[in-house]
């Protein structure tokens, strides 16, 4: 006869961290009594794929449902029941109570998993309703029963990652449309500068975007803003962000932070040490300096939910000196492609970092993403955000074409790894013409850090520009003259670094005693410049990211005025 004790999980949400949580508990444990209650009438789907169903990209919607409550039943024997919310938890009887389509029903639970997620934030104005959002599949059921009215005319509320995405997609359907940001520029996770190329690509594709502007009322036809501009909106998305899921959690008196994420430790347990909690809702750690963030990611989400089945069901610890399993900090990894570019970020951005106390360093490079022998080679934007006295990797963003993301990915790799910045340059990437350079963008990054912290050369911030030439440093430009005369940096005087040995001393009684900022391009022509300056007595040091970075945010800002 089996006695066996099976132990009872109770798991709130069926989508990410509670699905991946509930299938891997069943694989470390076929006699687990493993239930779901999920709210809405699916679980298990692809919320990333939504914004390519209503831009016909992914025209099959059944594809978007990756599992169903009868194929878990059927492969992992997992009660999952959807149209089931969870609205209370009474922790000292360890149950939780749920409304159904039957009324109310109570389960009663060993450990307890809540993946409750995290719901769209709509801001409060006049006409909101008839607003939509975009979250799960009765939103983009929603959505696609407005787009199918044929829409002239577009407003989206936010340009995040979400935000741009449904701008791409819906501009597939030839709907005009405008993206108003209330802050300076689109894409948070992204500096200034590089957020200002994604920004400009958009508008020279037909997409228009306003940033420093808010929406202030909806009315039937139009989006009013608070600068008083109108703008036509027969469709009108709010993609601003979310929040945490947390009310029965709160309710339950579980901690959770100012935002109502709930909190955790490092094996994902609230403050009740029977229930754990995975996914959006929850409060997670910086990976570099642990600090609590909030990063709605389905890849953190899904870790941690695998995380936690280990720690239920006490497999051991990857490292003897801990007493269990716990989960790493996130860097908020990320990508998002828009209009034929590719954006892509990992660890902090230079905003972020100049807000502690490291001393940053900051590396704009403009590689081609293979051999440009080879056909089809397209430039990257990328920026390496850095300390300059560890030499410790904070974080990076690229802006580009093909080969983005594996960037991206190689430096978040290399962060996890606790590699330096000057590593970068001795790791072994693939080569061949077709992939990559047999200088990599990535071994460029790190010989550039390398050049930084020897004292081969310096770099001047282009944020700092202007300061430097109004206290009166001369800013060089070594670029071709039919270059200089396409375009410009205003004072900028124009020496061709093919001719710049020739012409030191002009350079010389130009410059006065005073520093040197040279740019060109890139900054490639610019360090070779800004060695033979000073190898000639002449202070020197070379813009970084060049003109091409310099000139992607100041025609941003033009716009601005």
């Known amino acids: 006869m089996n006695t066996r004790v099976s132990r009872k999980v109770v798991i709130i949400g069926g989508v990410a961290g509670g699905m991946s949580a509930a299938t891997r508990l069943r694989r470390l444990d076929e006699h ?71 009324g109310e029903s109570i389960f009663d639970y060993d450990q307890l998993i809540l993946a409750p997620g995290a719901r769209p ?32 005319t577009a ?41 200002a190329m994604v920004e400009n690509h958009l508008i020279d594709q037909g997409i228009a975007v306003i940033t420093n502007d808010r929406a202030e009322e909806v009315t039937d036809v139009d989006v009013v803003l608070k600068s008083g501009a109108r703008v036509s909106a027969e469709l009108v998305i709010v993609a601003v962000g979310v929040r945490p899921d947390t009310v029965i959690a709160q309710e339950a008196g579980l901690e959770t932070d100012y935002r109502g994420g709930i909190v955790v430790d490092s094996s994902q347990r609230t403050s009740d040490p029977n229930i754990y909690a995975v996914g959006d809702a929850v409060v997670k750690r910086d990976r570099i300096d642990s600090s609590f963030v909030h990063i709605p990611l389905a890849n953190s989400a899904n870790r941690d939910g695998r995380v936690v089945a280990d720690i239920i069901v006490g497999l051991p610890p990857f490292d003897n000196e801990t007493k269990e399993r716990q989960t790493i900090g996130v860097l908020g990894t990320a990508v998002v492609g828009v209009m034929g570019l590719t954006v892509a970020a990992t660890g902090w951005n230079e905003r972020r970092a100049r807000g502690t106390e490291k001393n940053v360093g900051v590396i704009h490079t403009h590689p081609f993403n293979h051999a440009t022998y080879y056909p089809g080679a397209e430039k990257l934007a990328l920026k390496l955000v850095y300390d300059l006295d560890t030499l410790e990797i904070l974080g990076a963003q690229a802006v580009g074409g093909s080969g983005v993301d594996k960037r991206i990915d190689v430096i978040a790799t290399a962060i996890a790894g606790g590699l330096k910045v000057c590593d970068l340059a001795g790791i072994d ?12 963008p990535i071994t460029m990054l790190g010989f550039v850090a390398d050049n930084i912290a020897s004292g081969m050369t310096e770099t001047v911030d282009i944020h700092d520009l202007s300061a430097l030439q109004e206290a009166g440093h001369l800013v060089l430009d070594v670029r071709t003259v039919g270059e200089y005369v396409k375009g410009n940096i205003p004072a900028a005087i ?6 710049l040995r020739e012409r030191i001393d002009e350079v010389k009684d130009l410059a ?34 060049g003109y091409a970075t310099w000139q992607a945010l100041e025609r941003k800002n033009r716009r601005g005025r």
């Open 32 to 102: 687990a009594q493993i239930t779901i209650l999920e709210r809405g009438a699916y679980v298990s789907f692809a919320n990333c794929g939504l914004p390519y169903y209503v831009g016909g990209i992914i025209d099959d919607r059944d594809s978007l449902l990756l599992q169903t409550p009868q194929s878990l039943k059927s492969r992992f024997n997992l009660d999952v029941l959807v149209n089931h919310e969870a609205v209370a938890i009474n922790r000292k009887a360890k149950t939780v109570t749920a409304k159904t389509p039957d």
């Open 121 to 152: 934030f709509v801001p409060p104005m006049p006409g909101i309703d008839r607003a939509l959002t975009l979250r799960n599949v009765a939103d983009v059921d929603a959505m696609m029963e407005a787009v199918s009215a044929q829409p002239k």
């Open 155 to 195: 407003a989206i509320l936010g340009g995040g990652f979400i935000g741009l995405e449904l701008a791409e997609n819906l501009h597939r359907r030839n709907i005009e449309v405008t993206i108003i940001e209330a802050s300076s520029q689109i894409l948070p996770p992204l500096d200034d500068e590089m957020a």
């Open 429 to 440: 990437l693939a080569y061949a013409p077709q992939f990559g350079s047999a200088k990599d």
């Open 494 to 499: 124009n020496i061709p670094l093919d001719d």
């Open 512 to 545: 006065g005693g005073r520093k040197v900022i040279v740019h060109c391009a890139v900054g490639v022509r610019g360090h070779s410049a800004v060695q033979i300056l000073k190898a000639n007595g002449v202070d020197a040091a070379n813009l970084d990211g």
